[in-house]
């Protein structure tokens, strides 16, 4: 066959109307379905994940995409403006917000606990008193049979053996949230850890994994270790967590109900960013996670479809925050970020 | 077809077979052309591969020089970012497996290529251990963490217990998580490699050489280790350093086994972390420039430790080969 000028072009005309009158609807019907992305903190994933699948049954038309490439990442993709909404654990720094032009605005989703889980045959209710464990993960108390320990559990035989401390690998918000609690508790943890996703351990003999599941796999098979996951991967991983010791001297274990009551006295500033650190009622260690949006939005039809989500996230999203074992956000709290939504253009 | 009419014993006495014109000709050049620039284009990306990774490393090799390469300090917050934990483990982890995998290899490839098991057999052995390469190395990592841990932790319990003197055994309560068994786990995975490349290698070993040797009165043994395995040696020597050059890059199983400590011990039972590992727990939530700085000189470090090994392999080779003649 001839493959003259004239057959080519038409040819090339021909497939780009066809294709123009196959592909177009579909073209136009993504224009219509609002869909945003977000990415940041893993630690919310799974209910970030199920709101997305959830929102749909009120507001069809919604799809979010929200990736868990962690809090550093999200904060990074923020600023950057890669994406329409970020996650992160441990909220932005004014320095950070100041740097985004479009302005941001912190919407605290959920709470959690994270949980002190151990593993050692035999003993089943641990107790951790305020002056123990921060020497645990500061590395001062190294044997399980140590006099501090046994002072805590009176009763209980510990093993002569050695503690196997467990932490993360990769910077992370539960980290981050747990130093944050040791250091507000122990001066002595402060000066020698500090408050990081990503600390500098003085410790021996530590075992790092890759994110909750890999800390919480190390700690189930390590006899004699001790580490820090979410709640709600020591619930479902069914490893022993310890009871630890808030301000008032109270030894409470890690559930979402103590979780809530320490979040319920908790107060929020006007721009959302608390970190808890510790707390007279209920469980001490637990923190919250944020997702950060904009205050202004390169398009109305975006800027609306934003609103969309928040305001769901903050009115029926909150009902799936206790089935996956995180905590909701008080009332008042939401009904402020609700009004702080109406800015957002 | 108008082919189908010529005959095939009919020649064209015109044809010019020095000609560089026509259809064919620019064919066979366009060929050559196409054939020559995919050659140049992979060394094109690996130089181009090079240079990325220098630039992004820049941050960290203008700040630290060399000094990186001996400091082991490793802190975000400091910051001081220092690879000699991450070199060394990633060294000792993989000559651990070449100390394991080689001889097993061996074994194998010699089990596999000589004569004392009956073809229905040996086929089936070699093919097996072949598989081994096709499994994915999370799921290496997995069965490492379920199955070889757990088997392997009342072994090492018992060289502490038995050989805690030696500073190599020297960890109490070792959680199985540490460089031995990083070392176990990469020799499983390097074993294919080993165990196929030399079985190839023997296999292809002249028939005169092996008849000639037994007629000389040799035994299997004396066949096998005076003439087999020296004939053989640049190829094995080869398969050993394919083998080394995939445990040193190897990234998710060590990961899950080791411990991932960036802290030098003697004690094979202490946790260890390597460079690949820390590349995949820290590059996602890198800080800042200077962090995926550091961590991308790791890198470099890594591609040039590779670079190191295999001239020091062709090197063995040359040096062995000359003094044989």
């Not at chain 1, 151990?118 to 049979?145: C, D, E, H, M, Q």
């Not at chain 1, 600390?199 to 919480?216: E, F, H, I």
């Amino acid at each position: 066959m001839k493959f003259s000028a004239t057959v080519f072009n038409r040819v090339v005309t021909s497939s780009v109307v066809a294709a123009a009158v196959v592909f177009g609807p579909i073209f136009t019907a993504v224009a219509q379905a609002e869909s945003l992305k977000g990415a940041g903190a893993s630690f919310p994933a799974p209910l970030y994940q199920k709101y997305a699948r959830e929102v749909r049954k009120k507001h069809p038309g919604l799809k979010v995409n929200y990736q868990a490439c962690g809090s550093s990442c999200g904060i990074r993709q923020t600023k950057k403006g890669t994406v329409d909404f970020g996650g992160s654990d441990a909220a932005m720094s004014d320095r950070d917000i100041n740097s985004v032009k479009r302005g941001v605005i912190l919407v605290p989703t959920a709470g959690g606990a994270v949980s002190v889980v151990y593993n050692l045959p035999g003993v089943n209710k641990l107790k951790l008193s305020r002056t123990t464990l921060p020497l645990i993960f500061a590395g001062r108390i190294t044997r399980w049979n140590d006099s501090r320990i046994k002072k805590d559990n009176p009763g209980v035989k510990l093993p002569n053996r050695r503690i196997t401390p467990v932490v993360r690998a990769d910077g992370s918000g539960t980290t981050f949230i747990f130093t944050n609690h040791l250091s507000t508790i122990s001066r002595y943890f402060k000066g020698r850890v500090g408050t990081s996703k990503k600390p500098r351990w003085p410790l021996r003999r530590v075992l790092k994994g890759k994110g909750n599941a890999g800390v919480a796999n190390l700690v189930r098979r390590t006899s004699g270790g001790i580490g820090y996951v979410n709640h709600s991967f020591a619930v479902k991983n069914k490893i022993k967590s310890a009871m630890v010791q808030n301000r008032s001297k109270q030894f409470v274990a890690p559930s979402l109900s103590a979780a809530n009551r320490a979040l319920a006295s908790v107060k929020f500033p006007a721009n959302y960013r608390v970190f808890v650190g510790d707390s007279t009622r209920g469980y001490p260690i637990v923190g919250l996670t944020w997702m950060m949006v904009y205050k202004r939005y390169s398009s109305p039809a975006k800027a609306k479809a934003v609103k969309k989500w928040i305001n769901w996230v903050m009115t029926d999203g909150q009902k799936h925050n206790g089935s996956l074992q995180y905590t909701k956000i008080p009332a008042s709290v939401r009904k402020r970020v609700l009004r702080d939504m109406k800015k957002v253009k | 077809m108008t082919n189908s009419s010529l005959q095939p014993d009919s020649i064209d006495e015109n044809i010019n077979i020095t000609s560089t014109g026509g259809l064919n000709h620019s064919l066979d050049q366009g060929f050559t052309w196409v054939v020559r620039s995919f050659a140049f284009i992979t060394v094109f990306i690996l130089f181009w591969m090079i240079w990325v990774v220098y630039q992004e490393a820049y941050p960290a090799i203008n700040k630290f020089g060399l000094g990186f390469i001996f400091s082991q300090d490793w802190d975000t917050g400091a910051p001081a970012y220092g690879a000699l934990p991450y070199i060394y483990g990633t060294l000792i982890s993989s000559a651990i497996a070449i100390l394991i995998a080689v001889p097993v290899g061996l074994a194998i490839a010699l089990v596999t290529s000589e004569d004392f098991l009956p073809k229905w057999v040996k086929s089936p052995i070699a093919f097996l251990v072949e598989l081994i390469a096709a499994i994915p190395s999370v799921i290496i990592g997995l069965w490492g963490i379920f199955v070889l841990i757990p088997i392997l932790v009342p072994f090492q319990q018992w060289l502490y217990s038995f050989f805690g003197w030696i500073p190599l055994f020297n960890t109490e309560d070792t959680s199985g998580n540490n460089m031995l068994t990083a070392g176990i786990v990469l020799a499983i995975m390097i074993l294919p490699t080993m165990a196929a490349i030399s079985r190839d290698v023997l296999l292809v070993i002249p028939k005169q050489l092996r008849s000639g040797a037994m007629a000389l009165g040799s035994t299997r043994w004396e066949t096998i280790f005076r003439v087999l395995l020296p004939t053989g040696f640049s190829g094995i020597v080869g398969a050993a350093m394919l083998a080394l050059g995939r445990a040193l890059g190897e990234t998710m199983a060590v990961t899950m086994v080791i411990g991932n400590d960036a802290f030098i011990s003697p004690s094979l039972l202490d946790a260890a972390y390597t460079i690949p590992a820390v590349l995949a727990n820290e590059f996602a939530e890198a800080e800042n420039r200077l962090h995926v700085g550091a961590l991308t000189y790791l890198a470099l470090i890594l591609f040039v430790l590779t670079l190191l090994v295999n001239i020091g392999a062709v090197v063995l080779v040359q040096v062995l080969d000359k003094n044989k003649k």
